[in-house]
């Protein structure tokens, strides 16, 4: 499309952002630029300014913004980003605590009606801004803060996520060894009680244990079950060394602090060239996790006890659709999984081309990250089920979720295997892997917000290079107290309050609002049309403006309501100072938006109609006069059916 210049004469911009489908500029064959009343803005000979409120175009010289070298490179990173640990340890546990299949109800609603639509709409705001998580919302300025909410949150995930790669990775390199160390209690960190194996006779409520060499037996059912474990051991006293509490940080653990290096090392060079190379690298990491998930599966399904742990992972129990708290788990879960409200999925999305069709994508994303969670549940449970009939016990008291299955329940189930250290060092890779991805591309979505911030003019060589390394640096240097032996609790404390629950559904509440009444829904569908070129089905405005909305505020008012306060195996209490730390973190990015909105409210000047309407008024960029053509009847390609490619109505040229 072939680029104009504007007057500079402010007489002549008649463009008025906002009213809908204003804020536009059409071309009227003959050289000029017209706005959608037809007035004159510039002629094509004159070199100037953009109109008022509107980005001035790209200067010569600076770099234009990265897009993915295909647009396969975007669906893996999407894939790679949201498809992460959750989806192997915490779905299935929720489907088997919640009903069994029963749970896929209300999942499949909520992922329709909730997880569906506020996935779409971060992806094509992140398309059509061509911005990341704060300048995205240049499209109602007076919420910006929302950006810096979704920043606070990421920023505070890749923290504290990484240290569950960092446990994941010092599991593997101990999976390369003839004896699995977590399988034996002859190592100095193992007690006195240190249980290696039980086997528990279901008839006479006795059983018996292996310590060393020595077998014991005439031992209830109950004592075994809560005796110390080897694995158990291995994980509080060696790995983790874990003190009386969150007042007791003592030591590093130095072998913990040199896992913790490397895997931010990896994440740097992973992320540092950008999306050219990122996008090249989740190739692997995206898709060689489902390989080690369907041989996991094959060799899971051939145990014995495998067919008794699917049926309790699928076994529908229709009484639990009446409880509250399965729906709420469900619409928490997708939160969760789909990784909304943290702004990677915006800072992805406007690396697309401006043509892209990512309303497909989104359903696309949306089919692999739950089909892959439920995938995952037949090999977790397949693998559990094993695990409770070699030791005699109902698979209710093995069944785990959480760093809980991935570091106590797994490795004992491999533990019990033939050849165990094969088994143990593909699931931990995989493990690896999993949330590998998920946290470079985190890392990538609040660096992308950063170099946002500064835009052309402030251009330098190397500069991300620079602000990633600052950004690993800074959380590595945060990480610090988390190889401590009181490392556990600053975990939990991250992960219960900084990306809680309460916090995601707050981003997304309010993104959903913004969108569909200050900017407007109706305006944004027609942007998505200019973009896509037909219009979305009508349920994704209805999504918006209402469902989404009261499906995020009700989930989050249960929540509050039933709080409870932090603990540690449900027997250690976190000290009220412990709360409030986490509470500081909670609101540090919840208190942005309301923050922020009154701010600029009170900066402003005129009366309160005057201060709004100046402050939502959008602010475009330079892509936006490139790409955009607005003469497109709309309402023509409202009729237009997606699915159908000879329909299909090219509405622009891309110059990429």
């Known amino acids: 499309m072939e680029k104009s210049a504007y007057s500079t004469d402010s007489s002549e911009v008649s463009v008025v952002l906002g009213e809908e489908k204003k804020g536009h500029l059409i071309p009227n064959g003959n050289g000029h630029q017209t706005g959608v009343n037809g007035n004159l803005i510039g002629s094509g000979g004159a070199a100037g300014a953009a109109p008022a409120g509107m980005a001035s175009a790209a200067k010569p010289g600076y770099p234009e913004r ?79 803060g929302l950006g810096y909410a979704s920043m606070v949150i990421v920023f505070f995930c890749n923290t504290y996520y990484i240290m569950v790669l960092a446990w994941g990775f010092y599991y593997f390199i101990k999976s390369f060894s003839s004896t699995l160390p977590w399988s034996t209690c002859d190592n100095p960190w193992n007690s006195e009680n240190c249980i290696e194996f039980y086997r528990c006779d279901t008839n006479s409520s006795l059983g018996n244990i292996t310590h060393g060499n020595t077998t014991h037996g005439n031992m209830t059912c109950e004592e075994l079950a809560n005796g110390r474990s080897s694995i158990i051991e291995f994980w509080e006293n060696k790995v983790l060394n874990i003190s009386e509490g969150l007042d007791h940080p003592g030591s590093i653990n130095w072998e913990m602090l040199l896992c913790l290096m490397a895997v931010w090392v990896m994440v740097y060079f992973c992320v540092w060239k950008g999306v050219k190379s990122t996008g090249k690298i989740v190739y692997f990491t995206a898709t060689f996790p489902y390989v080690v998930l369907i041989i996991l599966l094959v060799r899971g399904v051939t145990l014995p006890g495998a067919y008794d742990g699917i049926m309790y992972y699928i076994k529908p129990d229709w009484s639990k659709l009446g409880e509250a708290q399965v729906w709420i788990d469900a619409g928490t879960q997708i939160f969760f999984s789909y990784a909304i409200g943290l702004g990677a999925l915006t800072a992805l999305g406007s690396y697309n081309r401006f043509n892209n069709d990512c309303y497909k994508d989104a359903f696309m994303l949306a089919l692999i990250n739950s089909g892959t969670s439920f995938f995952a549940g037949f090999v977790v449970f397949s693998i559990l089920g094993f695990m409770a009939k070699e030791q005699g016990v109902d698979i209710s008291q093995v069944a785990e979720t959480g760093p809980g299955l991935a570091f106590i329940a797994y490795p004992k189930a491999v533990s019990l295997m033939p050849v165990a250290p094969v088994w143990a060092a593909l699931f931990f890779f995989m493990l690896l892997l999993l949330g590998l991805d998920s946290q470079f591309v985190g890392v990538e979505g609040f660096v992308t917000g950063i170099l946002d911030l500064f835009p052309g003019k402030d251009y330098m060589r190397w500069r991300r290079e620079i602000a990633v390394a600052i950004c690993c640096l800074l959380c590595f240097i945060i990480d610090l107290s988390m190889v401590t032996q009181g490392g556990m609790y600053v975990f939990q404390l991250f992960d219960y309050y900084s990306a809680s629950g309460m916090t995601l559904l707050w981003q997304a509440f309010w993104e959903c609002i913004i969108v569909a009444w200050v900017y407007g829904a109706d305006r944004f569908m027609d942007d998505i ?6 219009r979305p089905f009508p349920y994704m405005k209805w999504c918006w403006s209402f469902i989404t909305p009261c499906v995020c505020m009700g989930i989050f008012l249960f929540h509050l309501v039933n709080y409870k306060p932090l603990t540690y195996n449900n027997v250690y209490v976190y000290p009220w100072w412990g709360e409030v730390i986490g ?5 540090s990015s919840m208190l942005c938006i309301p923050v922020s909105v009154l701010y600029k409210l009170f900066r402003a000047k005129g009366s309160f109609q005057e201060r709004w309407d100046h402050l939502t008024k959008p602010v475009w960029g330079a892509h936006q006069l490139e790409y955009m053509a607005p003469d497109t009847d709309i309402k023509r390609l409202a009729s237009l059916s997606p699915g159908t490619e000879e329909n299909k109505v090219i509405i622009f040229e891309s110059v990429m």
Not at 529 to 534: D, E, L, N, S, V
């Open 529 to 534: 049309a200019r973009m896509i070129g037909y």
């Open 583 to 587: 509470w500081c973190m909670a609101l």
């Open 66 to 144: 990265e897009t993915w070298t295909r647009q396969m490179d975007f669906i893996m990173s999407c894939v790679g980003f949201a498809v992460g640990l959750g989806n192997v340890w915490r779905f299935p546990y929720l489907c088997y605590k919640n009903g069994g299949g029963v749970f896929l109800i209300p999942y499949m609603l909520i992922v329709i009606v909730g997880g569906i639509p506020i996935f779409f709409l971060e992806i094509a705001l992140g398309q059509f801004m061509k911005a990341g998580s704060i300048n995205v919302w240049n499209i109602a300025p007076l919420f910006k």
